[in-house]
């Protein structure tokens, strides 16, 4: 059995990559450092780190002990905390979305505060693959994402679908491709995945979005919409998003043929401990979306 002190040490050794750092940051000695680092070898009977000097670099099982090791210690640093407070309207929750249901969400999340002070939301928007990772390093309790994830760590439930629109200004009447094409495209981070499923269904010429010619870009989700109220391209954008824009008069949607929906994943890393006030969040989440 892993020494959870010795593991802590040679996990705070990596991170500093300074032996004086990392007594300082522990309030121990340097030797007290090496000697962790010793009895850690010894137990596993293998070499951890290569000595040059004052320096050093890891080995194979090295940098193996660092990866899972840190999963070790926050587990059950989660474990501690959970135990010693468990209450579902106190502490921190962290949640990361897709912009456009976030702009639904964090207001509605921002309710559930101002009605619970001690209940801290911690919200970030980012597109799906961004949003993968930080699930899968666990820097957030709860994800929501618009495609099936491959990752075998993380826990996937569709709890929604919300159906991805065509958008333009509102001089523009109707579109085709021909229109379209002189238009150009308003892009954004999940532009290109999010045209791909509305337009292959719907026009036969296309094939990726870079047949048509790029108009502008825009990495705020409030703000996608804005160049194309002005008239400089379209956009494909989930409905949530379009909703949220203050100037629907200068908008239009199209209503187009083959009516494409993406779904909604609620997300956890499997080897999150789950403590009550994420059960919480979560329950307010699918109550407010599905």
Known sequence: MINLV????????????????????????????S????????????QLLVRTGKS???????????????NLLKTTEEITTSIK????????????TPG?????????????QQRHPTLIIDYRFAPNSSIEQDLIERKVDIGLLTQQTQSASLLSTPIAVEPLVLVTSHTV???????????????????????????????PQFAHISQFKRSGFSNQISLILEPVSRG???????????????????IKIHQLKNTVNETLYLCQNSLTFESNRTKYIKSIIVNSIG
Not at 107 to 112: R, S
Not at 173 to 196: C, K, N, R
């Open 6 to 33: 010795w593991l802590k040490t040679f996990c705070s050794l990596v991170d500093t990559n300074h032996f004086t750092k990392t007594a300082d940051k522990l309030f121990m000695t340097q030797s007290g450092v």
């Open 35 to 46: 000697q962790h680092i010793k009895k850690l070898e010894q137990s596993l009977d293998t």
């Open 56 to 70: 050093f670099s890891l080995t194979d099982a090295g940098l193996k002990l660092y990866q899972q090791g840190q």
């Open 85 to 96: 407070q468990d209450d579902p309207l106190i502490g921190t929750v962290k949640i990361i």
């Open 100 to 112: 456009s249901v976030g702009l639904k969400l964090y207001p509605q999340l921002l309710n559930e």
């Open 173 to 203: 009447e109707a579109v085709d491709w021909q229109s379209l094409t002189m238009l150009g495209f308003i892009g954004h981070p999940d532009g290109e995945y999010q045209s791909q499923q509305l337009l292959s269904k719907n026009y």
């Open 232 to 250: 400089l391209g379209f956009t494909v954008l989930p409905l949530h998003a379009v909703n949220a824009f203050q100037n629907q008069a200068a």
